[in-house]
T-cell receptor
Framework: GENVEQHPSTLSVQEGDSAVIKCTYS??????FPWYKQELGKGPQLIID?????GEKKDQRIAVTLNKTAKHFSLHITETQPEDSAVYFC???????????FGKGTRLHILP | GAVVSQHPSWVICKSGTSVKIECRSL??????MFWYRQFPKQSLMLMAT?????????EQGVEKDKFLINHASLTLSTLTVTSAHPEDSSFYIC????????????FGPGTRLTVL
């Protein structure tokens, strides 16, 4: 089955700098890769997603890149702000399979 | 769009009682709903997947008689924790996916269950 590895587990970034979170997946049939942000005591919120027919997608300060050959995808947050502090989860799913497989999460701290 | 609600947001109950948690998709029809459990500082653990009008499919190791799931309509799924014990205390989160994007899951805000 699919396995998603996520790094780093914790990341501290100075406010205004960029943050990068990386994930790898094992199943070459995976074709959908969402990213979720979870604040303390709340449910995960979908912040961006990418499908396998696209190499990069951007939404304001957030971007995701996908390398299908290497089976890895990354989340990039630019001009980080205090409200970006949260736990971020990457995930992968395969067409026809309802489930999505989550990484273990990255706790992002934005330092003042 | 794609709003999912959960009720209650938190519940405290005595050991041995049953607790029902509701999950609703507010602005879309959810063909599939998912129930997750999350322990502190850990990732989400899928408990079961349910399709409207069908029996839920439980993940390995999840007791179906303890965690009863009902998905009676395209906007409502319920999780009932029967005969709750302290070890069932956790953060329970539902998600829903709709007709037009079957692989995108939208999550509810979660329910914090504490069993005394």
């Amino acid at each position: 089955g699919e396995n998603v590895e996520q790094h780093p587990s914790t990341l501290s970034v100075q406010e205004g700098d960029s943050a990068v979170i990386k994930c790898t997946y094992s199943d070459s049939a995976s074709n959908y890769f969402p990213w979720y942000k979870q604040e303390l005591g709340k449910g995960p919120q979908l912040i961006i997603d990418i499908r396998s027919n696209v190499g990069e997608k951007k939404d304001q300060r957030i971007a995701v890149t996908l390398n299908k050959t290497a089976k890895h995808f990354s989340l990039h947050i630019t001009e980080t702000q205090p409200e970006d502090s949260a736990v971020y989860f990457c995930a992968a799913s395969t067409e026809g399979d309802d489930k999505i497989i989550f990484g273990k999460g990255t706790r992002l701290h934005i330092l003042p | 769009g794609a709003v999912v609600s959960q009720h209650p947001s938190w519940v405290i109950c005595k050991s041995g009682t049953s607790v029902k948690i509701e999950c609703r998709s507010l602005d879309f029809q959810a063909t599939t709903m998912f129930w997750y459990r999350q322990f502190p500082k850990q990732s989400l653990m899928l408990m079961a997947t349910s399709n409207e009008g069908s029996k839920a499919t439980y993940e390995q190791g999840v007791e179906k008689d303890k965690f009863l799931i009902n998905h009676a309509s395209l906007t409502l799924s319920t999780l009932t924790v029967t005969s709750a014990h302290p070890e069932d205390s956790s953060f329970y989160i539902c998600s829903a996916s709709g007709i037009y994007s079957t692989d995108t899951q939208y999550f509810g805000p979660g329910t914090r269950l504490t069993v005394l």
